[in-house]
């Protein structure tokens, strides 16, 4: 069954990019991609991924070559350039209704939420977070993007060290709506 993970690098104190966007503070650092939690063997069982606008910026100048094979969805409310090679699909649809057509599209797979953070609350906010995997580098940044901008109950399901990094994968706690 399709799970829909936020998958991303943080700071220790909750940052995944410093204020003018740099992962130079993460990208650096050593990590064995088919290590503990490391990204090949995750990227291995997604089905469809979500990004959103300034994420999907940084890739394009920064790492073109990054975009996953499959379908992905950009959130954005502008005409952005797209990728050449990418299957993207630019969208500012209500994000249940997409979320309904990526897990379609994954075909059993994973849904892969790359951030932002509060993209990846949007799907919280819904009920259709099922986990949150964070690599953990051993850095403080005091400001920046912030990891997961809201109030997000989690069950610590797995943690490993890879290279310079602590991994933690978590369960996204559903609480009751109140009455
Ligand atoms: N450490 C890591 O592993 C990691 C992972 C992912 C990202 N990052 C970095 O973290 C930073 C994240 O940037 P960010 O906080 O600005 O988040 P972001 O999600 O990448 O971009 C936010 C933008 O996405 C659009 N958006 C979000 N929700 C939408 C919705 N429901 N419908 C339509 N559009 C929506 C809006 O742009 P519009 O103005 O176009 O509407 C919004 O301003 C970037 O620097 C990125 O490179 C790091």
Redesign the pocket.
Known sequence: MSRTVY?????LDG????VD???DW?VSRDNDPDGAMGYDGFIAGVGAVA?????????RD?DPGWVPEGPTW?????D?PALPGADLRF?????AQ?HAEMVAAAGGKDVYV???????G?FADLGLLDEVVV?IAPVTLGA????LPRRVELEVLECARNGEFVCVRYAVRRTPTAA
């Open positions: 998958y991303t690098g943080t700071s940052f995944i990019a410093t966007h740099s992962l993460l990004m959103g606008a300034t994420t999907y910026t940084w890739v920064h950009v959130f954005t409310h502008r952005l969208t500012a649809a209500d994000v997409v790359v951030g932002g953070g509060d993209l990846a949007q690599a920046g993007a912030p990891l």
